[in-house]
């Protein structure tokens, strides 16, 4: 069993930064694919990014390439997601997951993924 762990997120300004963490306790051996999704209010979880394979290959959501960036720091366990030029459209409760396996074609679907943090809100005002 694998444990998600979030931490980061809060109030952010348009145009500012902010960053989330996510930190794997349990059988971290069986995560292959990591990645974050976001739920704006009232609306469905969307896909925003995932790191995979040993050389870190990063995939983005339409609407946050070039300003977010999804890292990981492996010897901890952890991932991260840097947010950049933030825009009131990127309020949302945002989710680490974590996958055992990597499909090219179903990465952005929730049901690629077998383990899930708590969610932690991130709220930008203009």
């Known amino acids: 069993q694998v444990q998600l762990v979030e931490s980061g997120g809060g109030l952010g300004q348009a145009g500012g930064s902010l960053r989330l963490s996510c930190a794997a306790v349990g059988r971290t051996d069986d995560i292959y694919t990591r990645a974050w999704f976001r739920q704006p209010p009232g609306k469905e979880r969307e896909f925003v990014a995932l790191?995979?394979?040993?050389?870190?290959?990063?995939h983005y959501g339409d609407s946050v390439r070039g300003r977010f960036i999804v890292s990981r720091d492996n010897a901890k366990n952890t991932w991260y997601l840097q947010m950049g030029s933030l825009e009131p459209d990127d309020t949302a409760v945002y989710y680490c997951a974590a996958g055992t396996y990597h499909s090219q074609y179903n990465y952005p679907m929730t049901t690629h993924y077998a383990y899930w943090g708590q969610g932690t809100q991130v709220t930008v005002s203009s």
């Open positions: 790191i995979v394979g040993s050389e870190g290959t990063t």
